[in-house]
């Protein structure tokens, strides 16, 4: 069965600062990797996606993600957070023959001015 | 043009009592998704539409939970004697055509409080 993880509940990070968010996932095929974000009172946004190829892939609002196999992690990083990137985000995986999605229990990211 | 619309927004009802969430997807998206989000967690899916019938119900937790879309469009997740457990955030979400490289579009959500 697959299943994600998300080791990090809570993250406060200067405003300026860099910001990595972890993901593990477990599936027992090729895995297609998302990251959402979501803010009070909004839907889940998708930041990015992966299915093959490059394994460094880049989003919108400035993230990017990085696809590591041999480590089953799918990390996603922010050079320069701003205020406006205080929000939770929620790793999530399926795959070629799998049209839902399984999330982490989502990360909640503070950013402090 | 506009998204995903779930009414209504928030709905508390008492333990017993019976409850519909109703989605509103986008226009022209044949795919639809049901999750449900509980505090603390990520959502957690329930059940998928192709059109008008549900392929993969497998994640509806036992048979007090029903969906339908009955013309492929709009959906309503229908909850019947409601339990304090069911409290959640119900997220509808909806894709083009339902391929596994589509981009899940979500709603706002509809937040169930049973008391």
């Known amino acids: 069965a697959q299943s994600v993880t998300q080791p990090d509940i809570h993250i406060t990070v200067s405003e300026g600062a860099s910001l990595e968010l972890r993901c593990n996932y477990s599936?027992?095929?090729?895995?297609?990797l998302f990251w959402y974000v979501q803010s009070p009172g909004q839907g889940l946004q998708l930041l990015l996606k992966y299915f093959s190829g490059d394994t460094l892939v880049q989003g919108i609002k400035g993230f990017e993600a990085e696809f590591k196999r041999s480590q089953s992690s799918f990390n996603l990083r922010k050079p320069s957070v701003h205020w406006s990137d205080a929000a939770e985000y929620f790793c999530a995986v399926g795959g070629s023959n799998d049209y839902k999605l399984s999330f982490g229990a989502g990360t909640t990211v503070t950013v402090r001015a | 043009g506009a998204g995903v619309s779930q009414t209504p927004s928030n709905k508390v009802t008492e333990k017993g009592k019976y409850v519909e969430l109703r989605c509103d997807p986008i226009s022209g998206h044949t795919a639809l998704y049901w999750y449900r989000q509980s505090l603390g967690q990520g959502p957690e899916f329930l059940i998928y539409?192709?059109?008008?019938?549900?392929?993969?119900d497998s994640g509806l937790p036992n048979d007090r939970f029903f969906a339908v879309r009955p013309e492929g469009s709009v959906s309503t997740l229908k909850i019947q004697r409601t339990e304090r457990g069911d409290s959640a955030v119900y997220l509808c979400?909806?894709?083009?055509?339902?391929?596994?490289?589509?981009?899940?579009?979500f709603g706002p959500g509809t937040r169930l409080l049973v008391l």
């Open positions: 979400a909806s894709t083009t055509l339902g391929g596994p490289k589509e981009t899940q579009y």
């Open positions: 599936y027992g095929a090729t895995p297609y």
């Open positions: 539409f192709q059109g008008t019938g549900a392929a993969d």
